[in-house]
């Protein structure tokens, strides 16, 4: 399959189904908000390297996790049980995505969150699409994690955690809210040994798409998630 270079004047992708063996669907664009939605919408997320041009991708298989199937090991229960650390939704997009740009993996060369891409998300939270999940100890921020929520639909995009098991705490917890509030799925993008510990698994790239079909929503409402969601689980 060819990689499509996208048109300036429109927002339109590719059907995803379109997408090459490597994953990448389509190159160029922009990362204007309605841009990145009908993204979303469509099954592609963008990824790229600082020095790259603008990637857009849709690989197969996908990985994802269903809500109902978070896995909490017994030494997390005894983290919920303590209540070691406070959860709040929304309450500081630009500092959890500034800590994911920011943080050192030792797995990657660099981070994939250029200025740009953090300039284009903050912008995606005000209007409704992008949500933050903060773990707090005490007064201090100690791990998070975003994404966007699209109807029954959830796509994670990055996680940090400056604490032991932090953006485990927030994740779980992000999951059983997810889960009791009848969402369908949540977007992990691409596999990691991480990911699968929590529950995650490989599906089709076809099977992906049913979900995304069904809970594409372009138009969004402010939600106050850190009313809405509780902290704590166990």
């Not at 004047?9 to 994953?23: C, K, V, Y």
């Not at 991708?57 to 809500?67: A, G, I, T």
């Not at 660099?110 to 995606?124: F, V």
Request: charged letters at 25%; a negative charge.
């Amino acid at each position: 399959m060819p990689i499509f270079q996208l048109e300036e004047d429109s927002l339109m992708f590719p059907p995803a189904r379109m997408t090459d063996e490597s994953g990448i669907l389509a190159v160029g664009g922009d990362l204007s908000a309605k841009r990145i939605i009908e993204a979303y919408a469509s099954g592609v997320f963008p990824w790229f390297n600082p020095e790259d041009p603008l990637l857009w991708w849709s690989p197969d298989p996908r990985c994802v996790l269903f809500p109902e199937n978070i896995k909490v090991s017994k030494s997390m229960k005894q983290l919920f049980r303590r209540n070691t650390y406070k959860v709040t939704f929304d309450q500081d997009f630009p500092a959890v995505i500034d800590a994911c740009q920011k943080i050192y993996r030792p797995d990657q060369g660099g981070t994939w969150i250029t200025d740009e891409m953090k300039e284009a998300y903050i912008e995606l939270h005000r209007i409704g699409f992008m949500h933050s999940v903060e773990v707090w100890d005490n007064d201090e921020l100690v791990g998070g994690l975003y994404g966007g929520a699209m109807k029954k639909a959830f796509f994670g995009e990055s996680m940090f955690s400056f604490k032991s098991n932090a953006s485990k705490y927030g994740f779980i917890t992000l999951c059983k809210n997810l889960e009791e509030q009848g969402y369908e799925i949540i977007d992990c993008q691409m596999h990691t040994d991480h990911l699968a510990s929590l529950g995650a698994e490989e599906i089709p790239r076809e099977a992906f798409l049913l979900y995304t079909e069904r809970n594409q929503q372009r138009e969004f409402d402010k939600m106050d998630w850190n009313e809405k969601f509780r902290s704590n689980f166990y």
